[in-house]
């Protein structure tokens, strides 16, 4: 037996180590373990209810606007306040934007280099690779000139013994195994990428005012007054902006992105029996379309045991199903948890750092175990896309079957769906989601357009806090899953404050039940070729787009250390 420890885990944002024990070239025990105590619910107490998102969009640098997001929601929740359509339409295109360029940065900058040997590349022919490109779709930037133009970038890189930007890959590693022609593909695209999340973050910036933290979200709707004729304000001129910029996007994810991870899935088909580990998938829906969120464009719900056909909706902002099923496990590592006496768990308990050292059998992390009605749920992009196509959603069907049939085009044989639960089954979910919020980045545009048309420029309802308690919840489905806070307001004050983040479901440790946490679970029976340098363990791992920062709560200062891996 091997025992590998990677601590803490690149590619990523926040502090993460993961632990296992390989036998055999196989995991058969695994730990995830974030380092960090947040103590973002302890800061909030006994500020203004109203100024919440300015902190909480700060949690981590990846993860911000979603944040922002779901604190005024929560606080809207508790309120009962009903917020202007253009305000909706505007908080969509923001949060759609921000999935658009989260997935294309996930897979080309954060995962690809699990897949993709940017050294094989210098080995293929531009002519071939272009032929290729063409086979998959018709995207404009796969011309022989740009793509041998990168073959040099990466050559002179390579000549110059510094990779830059491709320096963390496993290059030459065993388990890479693309051709060097479909590697040089994607490198190109690679790159290219850099310039297309830009497009997608322009069009948050242009609404939200800045970014990585936005200045527009307020508790009862946007601060971004509509008025055509003043320049200062959001105006026509402003408005077509960002559909240039929205235009811009289009091709690259539906030609580019769709196109590439429908040709990793083909070629490394073994990778679809890896990597499931917990089949309970939650999401919430998203992009309300009325003032009270009872009506979504995305839809979003519970399944049980990876069967679609047990899908159960959750309906509302004010979903009592989602609402009562949600709650932490008492085993929190490095955590003294009480629970509450009142209806909602997350409304009443309470949690306080006791930090311990790492203990295989018991305190290992500082990540909490949510449980769904008891049971563990893993979220992120493929619970989300599982949903929706147990939904019958028309543009997630239509865009998940352009992929598997990409993919089967090259693989040679048909993909059927449950190939989804596993590692390549959340990287393509991602492609998937980034076509579906493409979609509906479009359509949450012509919503606000068509509602300016017939002379309504309202975004903003001012809040009236009542005396006394009132309590709330929002959520959003962010690119790594579903996020919800929990929020309880005394005299406008914030008494009580709970963040559940997509990190803690998917990194949380084992529960009180010992049951292992999504992480842990997708990490069992993979393959390890070299104990050394566990790149399948980063592919699992990387699979889910962690962000811990979100969800963990202390680092030890005192190690210098800002990469290990151990094998012994």
């Known amino acids: 037996m091997t025992r590998i420890r990677i601590d803490p885990t690149t590619q990523i944002e926040g502090q993460l180590r993961i632990d296992c024990e390989v036998e055999n070239g196989k995991v058969t025990k695994a730990w995830s373990s974030g380092q960090m105590w947040r103590g973002m619910d302890f800061i909030l107490q006994g500020g203004d209810s109203r100024s919440v998102s300015v902190f909480t969009q700060r949690i981590c640098g990846s993860c911000t606007t979603v944040d922002a997001i779901v604190s005024v929601r929560a606080i809207e929740n508790a309120l009962d306040l009903e917020i202007p359509l253009n305000a909706q339409y505007i908080r969509n295109m923001m949060m759609a934007a921000h999935g658009v360029h989260d997935h294309i940065v996930h897979f080309y900058h954060s995962t690809s280099l699990d897949w993709v040997d940017v050294v ?13 490109g063409e086979r998959l779709s018709d995207y404009s930037h796969n011309s022989v000139a740009e793509i041998r133009k990168v073959k040099e970038k990466l050559a002179a890189l390579v000549e110059s013994g510094q990779l830059g930007m491709f320096a963390s890959g496993y290059c030459g590693h065993p388990a890479m195994q693309l051709p060097p022609e479909i590697n040089l593909l994607a490198a190109t695209h690679y790159l290219q990428a850099l310039e297309y999340q830009c497009a997608a973050e322009k069009i948050a910036k242009m609404l939200g005012s800045k970014m990585q933290q936005t200045n527009n979200l307020a508790v009862g709707g946007v601060a971004n007054p509509i008025n055509p004729d003043s320049q200062p304000n959001l105006t026509l001129e402003r408005l077509y902006a960002i559909k240039a910029q929205i235009d811009m996007l289009g091709e690259f994810v539906n030609e580019a992105l769709i196109p590439d991870v429908g040709v990793v899935g083909a070629l490394y088909a073994e990778w679809a029996q890896f990597g ?10 998203d992009m309300p379309l009325d003032a009270k969120g009872t009506q979504f464009e995305l839809p979003g719900g519970f399944i049980e045991g990876g069967d679609v056909m047990a899908f159960k909706a959750i309906t509302s902002y004010q979903d009592q199903y989602f609402r009562d099923g949600v709650e932490a496990s008492v085993k929190d590592m490095g955590n003294d948890y009480q629970r509450g006496d009142g209806a909602s768990d997350h409304h009443d308990g309470q949690a306080s750092p006791n930090c311990t050292e790492f203990q295989d059998d018991a305190e290992y992390a500082w990540v909490k175990a949510p449980t769904f009605y008891d049971k563990r749920a893993q979220v992120g992009p493929l619970a989300n896309i599982l949903s929706m196509y147990a939904a019958g959603h028309e543009p997630t069907k239509r865009h998940l079957n352009r992929l598997l049939a990409i993919a089967a085009d090259v693989a040679g044989s048909v993909i059927p769906l449950a190939a989804l639960h596993s590692t390549l089954g959340r990287v393509a979910a991602r492609a998937v989601r980034a076509a579906v919020l493409y979609e509906s980045l479009q359509n949450q545009w012509l919503l606000l357009m068509d509602n300016i048309v017939k002379g309504d420029f309202q975004t903003f309802n001012r809040p009236v806090f009542p005396n006394g308690e009132v309590r709330g919840f929002g959520f959003h489905e962010t690119p790594r899953g579903s996020l919800s ?19 803690t479901w998917n990194a949380g440790r084992r529960d009180v039940k010992n049951a292992l946490g999504p992480y842990e679970a997708a990490l069992l029976d993979n393959p390890v070729a070299d104990p050394e340098l566990p790149l399948e363990v980063l592919r699992t791992v990387h699979s889910f787009d962690p962000s811990l920062a979100c969800a963990i709560h202390m680092v030890d200062v005192d190690n210098g250390t800002t990469t290990r891996v151990e094998a012994g």
Not at 278 to 285: A, E, F, K
């Open 120 to 132: 094989s590349a210098l080995k293929a022919n531009p002519e071939a690779t272009a032929k290729f």
């Open 276 to 285: 499931a580990g917990v089949t309970n998938y939650l999401s919430v829906p």
């Open 485 to 503: 806070h929990w929020a309880v307001i005394d005299n406008g004050k914030i008494a009580k404050y709970r963040v559940v983040v997509p990190a």
